[in-house]
């Protein structure tokens, strides 16, 4: 960001900390919320990752400095009061020292528990997955299998998932029909990472002719 002229502006507390809720910028899961001074702020502007002020310590810390789980910035907006940061990251890793994904992983109050995938952000969650399997290709994943035979592979495989949800659907066999529909999303996944073309592009189109 080219002017920094707000880092002064926020309203840090009488002890010159702003509360930091840190989001994941792909599957919108909040990963943790962290304390930052002027200083750590102006780090993490500068570096483009992430930098706190540990309130335990006394000192400024470099998310991921040690464990390599770094945390790269792509927005940070502040509520209304200018009290309080959202910062939208890419994380390499888990954001919790515990090694889970959030730190917010336990559900103390309502149904089901933050560890459960939501309808809202699953295949955002599953992209990240798929690029990680890419990425380790572990043995005797299936995915590692697509990955390994190559594109070739993969578009005879979105191609037969697409043939098989035609057939549902004529058949009017809204069971089958949901079944082959999420491996063909399952499929078109894998094959937009082996394009190298994310999710997120596919669905700021959407955005767009739907503003239309």
């Given at each position: 960001?080219?002017?920094?002229?707000?880092?002064?502006?926020?309203?840090?507390?009488?002890?010159g900390?702003?509360?930091?809720?840190?989001?994941?910028?792909?599957?919108?899961?909040?990963?943790?919320?962290?304390?930052?001074?002027?200083?750590?702020?102006?780090?993490?502007?500068?570096?483009?990752?992430?930098?706190?002020?540990?309130?335990?310590?006394?000192?400024?810390?470099?998310?991921?400095e040690?464990?390599?789980?770094?945390?790269?910035?792509?927005?940070?907006?502040?509520?209304?009061?200018?009290?309080?940061?959202?910062?939208?990251?890419?994380k390499?890793?888990?954001?919790?020292?515990?090694?889970?994904?959030?730190?917010?992983?336990?559900?103390v109050?309502?149904?089901?528990?933050?560890?459960?995938?939501?309808?809202?952000?699953?295949?955002?969650?599953?992209?990240?997955?798929?690029?990680?399997?890419?990425?380790?290709?572990?043995?005797?994943?299936?995915?590692?299998?697509?990955?390994?035979?190559?594109?070739?592979?993969?578009?005879?495989?979105?191609?037969e998932?697409?043939?098989?949800?035609?057939?549902?659907?004529?058949?009017?066999?809204?069971?089958?029909?949901?079944?082959?529909?999420?491996?063909?999303?399952?499929?078109?996944?894998?094959?937009?990472?082996?394009?190298?073309?994310?999710?997120?592009?596919?669905?700021?189109?959407?955005?767009?002719?739907?503003?239309?």
């Amino acid at each position: 960001m080219k002017n920094k002229d707000w880092v002064a502006s926020v309203k840090y507390d009488e002890k010159g900390l702003v509360p930091a809720i840190v989001q994941d910028a792909t599957t919108k899961d909040v990963l943790t919320l962290a304390y930052m001074n002027e200083t750590s702020l102006a780090k993490t502007l500068e570096t483009g990752e992430t930098w706190f002020y540990s309130r335990s310590r006394q000192e400024l810390w470099h998310k991921g400095e040690s464990s390599g789980n770094t945390q790269r910035v792509k927005n940070i907006t502040w509520d209304c009061d200018k009290d309080a940061l959202l910062v939208l990251v890419d994380k390499k890793g888990p954001a919790c020292h515990t090694g889970e994904e959030s730190c917010f992983y336990e559900s103390v109050y309502g149904e089901g528990s933050q560890k459960e995938l939501s309808t809202e952000n699953i295949l955002l969650t599953l992209e990240q997955l798929i690029k990680s399997r890419e990425e380790e290709r572990p043995e005797g994943a299936y995915t590692t299998y697509l990955f390994e035979e190559g594109v070739d592979k993969i578009l005879k495989k979105v191609g037969e998932e697409a043939s098989e949800v035609i057939i549902a659907a004529k058949n009017r066999d809204k069971e089958e029909l949901k079944w082959e529909v999420a491996d063909l999303f399952y499929h078109t996944l894998v094959l937009l990472r082996e394009q190298k073309l994310p999710l997120q592009d596919i669905l700021e189109v959407l955005v767009e002719r739907h503003n239309k």
